[in-house]
């Protein structure tokens, strides 16, 4: 078992561009969480994507967006990127026992 | 909403020392998990310990141990003979039974274990 698996490991992007991300939730898990976590700060949550449909969602502006494939996989896009937009974004999978969330490595975003 | 609240933002303990994590949460739900995460440099989050907030008894992993107190929405984490390779950030962490698994963290706090 893989486990989470997240794709690119380090991407640097400018202002204003867009970007995605990619994650691959562990073997039997449905539900995909995304976070940024800030330099020194503990993640903040975006959204949840169960059944392909985002079902939750943080306090993040409509740029960061998502999208959950037939086999569970999950992107999170952000449109006209910012120098706030600089974080380390991690994926989590779950599956059906509550609280039982687990974290793929992280994609280190820079945009300059 | 819920808020989780680490107030130490760095530690240090010797080597094969005990040390404690200290964590509070905000909360109107009777029904909860609570978590302890360790990131080390590498980034990768690791689950610790995990706590069922109608469970009574705390929860232990080996080295790892958490004194809960509901009442208190007190939730700390103990590492005993602690190890260099326990140096990371951990993070205290909540998730409402009734809701989609949304985890909301404290802050963190940087451990470092001296030699």
């Known amino acids: 078992d893989a486990g989470v698996t997240q794709s690119p490991t380090h991407l640097i992007k400018t202002r204003g561009q867009q970007v995605t991300l990619r994650c691959s939730p562990k073997?039997?898990?449905?539900?995909v969480s995304w976070y940024q976590q800030a330099l020194g700060q503990g993640p903040q949550f975006i959204f949840q994507y169960y059944e392909e449909e985002e079902r939750q969602r943080g306090n993040f502006p409509d740029r960061f967006s998502g999208h959950q494939f037939p086999n569970y996989s999950s992107e999170l896009n952000v449109n006209a990127l910012l120098l706030g937009d600089s974080a380390l974004y991690l994926c989590?999978?779950?599956?059906?026992?509550?609280?039982?969330?687990?974290f793929g490595p992280g994609t280190r975003l820079t945009v300059l | 909403a819920q808020t989780v609240t680490q107030s130490q933002p760095e530690m240090s303990v010797q080597e094969a020392e005990t040390v404690t994590l200290s964590c509070t949460y905000d909360?109107?739900?009777?029904?909860?998990?609570l978590f302890w995460y360790k990131q080390p440099p590498s980034r990768q989050m690791i689950l610790v310990i995990r706590q069922e907030a109608y469970k009574q008894q705390n929860a232990t992993e080996n080295r790892f141990s958490v004194n809960f107190q509901k009442a208190a929405k007190s939730f700390s984490l103990k590492i005993s003979d602690s190890q260099l390779g326990d140096t990371a950030m951990y993070f205290c962490a909540f998730i409402n039974s009734g809701g989609y698994q949304k985890v909301t963290f404290g802050t963190g706090t940087k451990l470092q274990v001296i030699p």
């Open positions: 909360t109107s739900e009777n029904n909860y998990y």
């Open positions: 989590a999978s779950s599956g059906i026992r509550v609280g039982e969330q687990f």
């Open positions: 073997s039997g898990h449905d539900t």
